[in-house]
């Protein structure tokens, strides 16, 4: 069975940092591209970023580039999601997701990460 569980999320003031894991099982993470993906509070999902299945090719939204960081450890089956310089539009459930081709089709259940003072 596939697995994604995602642990980090949490209240932060603005300005401040916080680092998402997404822990997998059930597959062989080494051969997929992952995503994060967020969803903001009465609003659709929007796309954060991603990482090949090496870590050596990583995208950002333009939202989020030069502040948040995506990275992989294939021996530990866990890809992260470095946050830094948060904005209170940073507030949103983030999960993450496998992808075949492009296609998103497993998720985790979300983590939530509030940016409040």
């Known amino acids: 069975e596939v697995q994604l569980v995602e642990s980090g999320g949490g209240l932060v003031q603005p300005g401040g940092s916080l680092r998402l894991s997404c822990a997998a099982s059930g597959f062989t993470f080494s051969s997929y591209w992952m995503y994060w993906v967020r969803q903001a509070p009465g609003k659709g999902l929007e796309w954060v970023s991603s990482?090949?299945?090496?870590?050596?090719?990583?995208y950002y939204a333009d939202s989020v580039k030069g502040r948040f960081t995506i990275s992989r450890d294939n021996a530990k089956n866990t890809v992260y999601l470095q946050m830094n310089s948060l904005k209170p539009e940073d507030t949103a459930v983030y999960y993450c997701?496998?992808?075949?081709?492009?296609?998103?089709?497993?998720w985790g259940q979300g983590t939530l990460v509030t940016v409040s003072s």
């Open positions: 997701v496998r992808a075949v081709a492009a296609r998103l089709d497993a």
């Open positions: 990482i090949n299945s090496g870590g050596s090719i990583t």
